[in-house]
């Protein structure tokens, strides 16, 4: 993946839409534990949250700058 | 005993002293880590003003995180809203100062005006969008080619505010807002079976119902709020928001139909109701057994109390029909057949709270029914288009005089009272708001003085300046936390961060300094200025009566609008009309107390009628129909003023119990037209002097 995209023709870090790709991400994952109550299962809900997306952000964005 | 008992007391107040202190000592230490780390990276980042993160973080932080990510979400739409406006305008103007002032001036007010239409943090965003525009386009107004860097660096470091402000009020220690929820919800189901149980058997005045009323709304309306915030902490709160809403509607209508029966009993003290009075007090007092069991806010109390209503409500007809036997006349079946069903309505939608409240926090679906319920707010077009013109007028005031006295800070002067007119637009009485902000600015800007110009530049790296500015901070961000110096260390703390402006390398220049201190106090005594000039409904009486007159237009809006959902947008409409009302009147507020169990208990009987109205032959429908009429009339007519329509009411609804002979809408009716006789409602122009008197020798029920 290239460093930069165009969009509109202005050029956007691709990371930043990684970023923007995996705070859907994680807001996705966040609506399913909330609908199904999974977060009874977590120590440190917010924690697990922000975890969640730093895993998500970190995997993605090492794939996209291979 | 009773000594012992004194000397173990003060222990857990001392407790709870301590607890609330560390607290806040805990939130101050969140926002000072949160305040530097933003700092820290916007400098590391190479962004233009780090200052504008510092100072994004100051203003999310919150002591309960969901307030934090509530009110970090709004500020995230405001600004990108207000960039992509300010490219917008700027392209449309790029050489007219004149012309993009206006067209920022006009925006501004705009989304002022759209503010005062939405509550809590929704209405930030509208502000924040409005004065977006002007922080992007001011400083690249001479080169309007910069434009789009300015408006990416703005966001950026707003963005980066968002993040870190997010993540450290979230993540660190957090305060759950959710538990303040929970607390505010047994509080409210507790209180309100509480009052029903003492009063349902009992001798209730108008006064204490009063009293109950604002309770009650007070408490709706507080909980509407939670929820707004608590959904962006809490994913499992999201799920149940629209269980929530239920909750708090079917709260807001058994405590109308309980103030209704109330009303309807206490009507009845004339010696030849006293009979039909006797027998549904007894219904009363049969139903108040089943409420003697576990109150107790759980959910499993919660619904074995259900059962125990459910069982109630199987039982009460037979007790009713009991009750009819051996009443003989008309009018006593009438007024015996209205209270028994107003008590089985009370009855019922009490079991649905209960139910609702026993399910809350049980894993599952929102159901179909429970997603149609909204919580609509009430509005006053007329104040929301004053804030408009006011921020507007606040802007090209300031604005002209910028240009026309060539003042070179004047920019700043005008942001800042663009700023504060447009985020105190609906704040109660914001002159003493805006007098306590501007305190806080002046003790400020000497501070700032002291630090950059005599501690600062003995310091070298980011670490030392952290200690030279720490001491400063940590006494602004504290006194936000004391309720009643909360403004003052707002300004405080925003003209510290702002005059400060630390950026990487920092250059120390106070005639610069000065010069911006001088242009903020100017900007913020022209808000003070535009909120006497133009006050919003706290110091403006036109406009609180205008607020009145919206509540009342309420019951018209009952016998006009389309049927779908009216119960639910006319009980929440009016409560939050009547919160604004108390919101900007204070204790005054008591004065129209009237008016809204007025609105509340004619407003639910109009539509409990229309619900009937179908189901009628035409000639019936017509006369309901002019009674629906003459209430829309009675109600939009001036406070005072309406004995016509009062009269006219009257014999519409006279001639409808005569024509109408379908039993449900005749009760309706009749509960109407008792409503309109009522000597103690606001509707009748001149009570008789001794009702008080007699309401008290004859209550209802011993």
Known sequence: MPREIAVLDALVPSLLLVFVFSLLLQWAVDWVGGRYGLYRYVWHPPLFRVAVFFCCFGGLGLLAMQ | ???????????????????????????????????????????????????????????????????????????????????????????????????????????????????????????????????????VVLPVVQHPLGLFDSAVMRVSE????????????????????????????????????????G?????????????????????TIQVENLRSSVVFEDAGVRAHSPRLRQLNQHFMEVSTSYQTLHHLMNRMHAPHHRDTRDRLRQLCVFTATALQGDCQPSPEAAA????????????????????????????????????????GRCLQELRAYVQAYAVLRRPGVATAAEKEVVFQHGNDRLGALVSGVRATATMLVMGSFWILSGWVHGGSA?????????????????????????????????????????????????????????????????????????GYGTGYVLSFIYLLNLHSPMTFDPVYVANEAISQIGGVLAVAVAFSLFGNASSNGWL????????????????????????????????????????????????????ALSVHETGRAVVELRRRYIALPLAEQAAVAAVLEAFARLYRGDAGK?????????????????????????????????ALLDNGSVLVATPTPNFHSHQEEAPHAP
């Open chain 2, 158 to 197: 707003v963005m980066l505010g968002i993040l870190v402000a997010g993540l450290v009020g979230d993540v660190l220690f957090p305060q759950r807002l959710r538990m303040a929820l929970r607390q505010q919800l047994a509080d409210q189901y507790s209180g309100f079976l509480a009052f029903v149980r």
């Open chain 2, 414 to 486: 005008m942001m800042l009272a663009t700023i504060f007119t447009g985020l105190f637009a609906s704040a109660p009485n914001p002159s003493a708001v805006v007098r306590q902000i501007t305190l806080g600015f002046a003790t400020g800007m000497p501070l700032v003085f002291l630090c950059q110009f005599l501690v600062l530049t003995h310091m070298d790296g980011f670490g030392l300046m952290v200690a030279g500015t720490v001491p400063f901070l940590l006494t602004g961000l504290y006194l936000t936390t004391r309720p009643t110096l909360a």
């Open chain 2, 544 to 595: 609180r009566h205008r607020l009145l007159r919206q509540l009342r237009y309420q019951v018209a809006r009952a016998c006009e609008a389309p049927l779908n959902g009216l119960r639910h947008r006319l009980e929440s409409a009016t409560r939050d009309l009547f919160m604004q009302i108390m919101v900007h009147a204070g204790p005054r507020a008591r004065d129209w107390l009237p008016w």
């Open chain 2, 642 to 674: 309406q004995d016509v329509a009062h009269q006219s009411a009257l014999l519409a609804l006279d001639t409808a119990m005569v024509t109408v002979t379908d039993r449900p809408a005749l009760r309706q009716l009749h509960l109407l037209r008792l």
């Open chain 2, 199 to 219: 009063s349902l058997g009992g001798v209730l005045a108008r006064e204490a119902l009063e009293e109950a009323h604002m309770r009650f709304v007070g408490e």
């Open chain 2, 304 to 343: 074995r109390l259900s059962l125990a209503l459910q069982q109630t409500e199987r039982v009460l007809p037979g007790k009713i029909r009991e009750q009819r036997q051996g009443l003989t006349s008309h009018r006593e079946l009438l007024d015996f057949d209205t209270g028994a069903e107003l008590l």
């Open chain 2, 1 to 135: 005993m009773n000594a012992r008992q004194e000397t173990a007391s003060p222990r857990p107040w001392l407790m709870d002293q301590l607890r609330e202190t560390a607290l806040d000592w805990l939130y101050v230490g969140k926002a000072l880590l949160a305040i530097f780390i933003g700092g820290w990276l916007a400098m590391r980042m190479d962004l233009q003003q780090p200052a504008t993160t510092m100072m994004t973080v100051a203003l999310v932080m919150h002591p309960a995180s969901g307030m934090v990510l509530a009110k970090s979400f709004y500020r995230a739409m405001g600004t990108l809203v207000g960039c992509g406006v300010a490219i917008a305008l700027v392209g449309l103007f790029p050489q007219q100062r004149e012309l993009l002032l206006v067209g920022m001036a006009l925006w501004i007010g705009l989304c002022a005006a759209g503010a005062s239409l939405y509550r809590n943090f929704m209405s930030y965003g509208f502000v924040l969008s409005g004065y977006t525009v002007a922080i």
